[in-house]
């Protein structure tokens, strides 16, 4: 059975490369979850719709290794 | 001069029975068996003194208390004189077999431990067992299933021989799975002369050989998915280093020896006061002033709140990914993994920087 992990990260060939199954691309390496350039209100929405995506992720059946 | 050798197989291929005897506990029985005949047959110069039997499952269920009952059995041996005395000890080949694998890897651990003799066994590549003890014990390469056997053998002996000898071997030599080691030795050219003409040849379409093979990693099947996240029980990793302020692991900037648990009970959001990044590898900055950069419990805490997550675990688990080992990595995992399922966790989010 297993238990369904996403990986959240900025360099997606290397969670590809370590075998990851469920990969979301973030922003960037220094902030994955955030982006300082934004206003702060702008900063929480971006976040918003990762974790959403994250949460799709992890209810999406899947065969092989895949970017959502 | 011969060489006593003693044996170690499973039931199947010790000639005691077929998988209803999966469960047999070990045995000592004189002389060779399946494999060791022809062994013996194929290399005059060796003996097999003994085989020691026991069944895959066996194994399997009581590795500890069946490697014990191996090593009993085995003493007498080793408390010979000197002429007497094995000098060799192999198990399988063990082909693709994953439990009959595990079990040859498990018995040659214990057996180079507790005894002065040298030990071999054999494996196809892709068998389980030898990621799990390529590291301690000597593989040589067999084929993938019994129709290798005699090229196994013949492959196996040879590596045996010069072990024997106390011969310098190399895995590409000698067929065996490499060990993870290093060894110095002067080369007449220097490194930037050999990668140049490695480029060269790389650019002209040419074979060449690197000097450093990148680590093959192993893969698991995607887990099934999750019917509703709005029921389930969500945990989190991450190996971006966010830990609480001060560190109160003391986990590493770099080569992480440890991961850290860390309640997140009560717990809505990370800031800057309770929270920090150990990170050493990337610009600190953003994730110092903000943690949820790294580690989103502000939002995950939210999606809780408005039903789009069932629940959050109490805990979460960070390490810091930078230049960690790929086994410390694996070790933390495990453990991680298994706390996580103890705790009834269903899905988790696992953030890298």
Known sequence: MGLPVVHACSIVPISKTVGANRIVPTIAIPHPFGDPDLARQEEIQLRKELVKKVLRALMSPIEEQTVF | ?353
């Open chain 2, 1 to 353: 001069m011969t060489v006593k050798v003693i044996h170690y197989l499973n039931q199947f291929f010790g000639e005691i029975g077929g998988e209803e005897k999966a469960d047999l506990a070990p045995v000592l029985l004189q002389g060779a068996r399946g494999p060791g005949k022809l062994l013996e047959r194929l290399f005059p110069d060796l003996e097999i003194v003994a085989t020691i039997v026991a069944g895959d499952n066996y194994l399997a269920k009581h590795t500890g208390k069946a490697v014990k009952e191996i090593l009993s059995a085995l003493t007498p041996y080793f408390e010979k004189e000197a002429v007497e005395m094995p000098q060799l000890f192999l198990a399988g080949p063990a082909f693709n077999a994953g439990r009959y694998g595990l079990a040859c890897g498990a018995v040659c651990k214990a057996v180079q431990e507790h005894f002065d003799c040298s030990v071999l066994t054999s494996m196809f590549q892709d068998n389980p067992a030898v990621q799990e003890y390529r590291h301690d014990v000597l593989i040589c390469l067999a084929g993938e299933d019994v129709t290798s056997m005699e090229e196994s053998l013949r492959r196996m002996w040879g590596l045996a021989v010069k072990l024997l000898k106390g011969e310098e071997i190399l895995p590409g030599d000698d067929q065996y799975i490499p060990q993870g080691r290093r060894r110095n030795f002067f080369h007449s050219r220097t490194g930037a002369q050999r990668a140049v003409s490695m480029l060269l040849k790389k650019i002209a379409g040419e074979p060449y050989k690197t000097e450093y093979e990148m680590p093959v990693f192993d893969r698991v099947a995607p887990a099934p998915a999750v019917p509703d996240m709005s029921r389930a029980k969500l945990g989190l990793v991450t190996s971006g280093g966010i830990v609480p302020r001060g560190n109160p692991d003391r986990i590493a900037a770099a080569n992480a020896q440890r991961f850290g648990t860390y309640s997140l009970k009560g717990l809505l959001t990370l800031t800057s006061e309770t929270h920090q990044t150990v990170h050493g590898g990337y610009d600190p900055t953003f994730a110092m002033e903000d943690p949820n950069r790294v580690l989103p419990l502000d939002m995950i805490r939210k999606l809780e709140a408005e039903g789009d997550i069932g629940c959050l675990h109490e805990a979460y688990y960070a390490t810091v990914g930078n230049a960690t080992s790929v086994a410390n990595a694996r070790n933390f995992g495990k453990t991680i993994a298994q706390e996580l399922l103890a705790a009834g966790v269903e899905a988790v989010l696992l953030t890298s920087t």
